[in-house]
Antibody
Framework: QVQLVQSGAEVKKPGASVKVSCKTS????????ISWVRQAPGQGLEWMGWISADNGDTNYAQKLQGRVTMTTDTSTSTAYLELRSLRSDDTAVYYC?????WGQGTLVTVSS | DIQMTQSPSSLSASVGDRVTITCRASQGMRNDLGWYQQKPGKAPKRLIYAASNLQSGVPSRFGGSRSGTEFTLTISSLQPEDFATYYCLQHDSFPYAFGQGTKLEIK
């Protein structure tokens, strides 16, 4: 069965970077693009961007341009999200998803 | 960019009620729209894909439809486990966009 397993919770200071991983299994990795979505505490879902697992093409939300990088490693069927210059309003649960299947979420807390 | 305006933002209803939630797209789009249910502390779960197709394993009381740029999620007879927050997501074109969410509460 399809599974997306994310890395564990992170606590970061403002200005730092975080890298979240999403290890997939149960399907052909290069067949689907992967979206990253985040949810701040008590807020709605925010689409962050998408990466093609086939050729690495990316499309990022305008508000995150310049701070976000999405990558994949086809040898391990893993996707990565890196967010730089973290601010307190980046505190959120971060999800990877292939639209019908979602990871369990990774809590990133940004606090001094 | 296609933006999704979801309404209502909250809804109180009783078990057995029929409820509808709507997402209006800011411009024309294909049927690349999904409906998701999210319960506290959990990842979203897709209920409907391609505007009107029921995800495998989802009860048939959930249904999706479309009229022009308006997409609707209908729950025909609310069950206790349906009280949750619901979101639409357009993935017709980048940037993808979620609706603002509808919190469905017990009356």
């Amino acid at each position: 069965q399809v599974q997306l397993v994310q890395s564990g919770a992170e606590v970061k200071k403002p200005g730092a970077s975080v890298k979240v991983s999403c290890k997939t299994s149960g399907y052909t990795f290069t067949r689907y693009g992967i979206s990253w979505v985040r949810q701040a505490p008590g807020q709605g879902l925010e689409w962050m961007g998408w990466i093609s697992a086939d050729n690495g093409d990316t499309n990022y939300a305008q508000k995150l341009q310049g701070r976000v990088t999405m990558t994949t490693d086809t040898s391990t069927s893993t996707a990565y999200l890196e967010l730089r210059s973290l601010r307190s309003d980046d505190t959120a649960v971060y999800y990877c998803a292939i639209l019908s299947y979602w990871g369990q979420g990774t809590l990133v807390t940004v606090s001094s | 960019d296609i933006q999704m305006t979801q309404s209502p933002s909250s809804l109180s209803a009783s078990v057995g009620d029929r409820v509808t939630i709507t997402c209006r797209a800011s411009q024309g789009m294909r049927n690349d729209l999904g409906w998701y249910q999210q319960k506290p502390g959990k990842a979203p779960k897709r209920l409907i894909y391609a505007a009107s197709n029921l995800q495998s394993g989802v009860p048939s009381r959930f249904g999706g439809s479309r009229s022009g740029t308006e997409f609707t999620l209908t729950i025909s007879s609310l069950q206790p486990e349906d009280f949750a927050t619901y979101y639409c997501l357009q993935h017709d074109s980048f940037p993808y966009a979620f609706g603002q969410g509808t919190k469905l509460e017990i009356k």
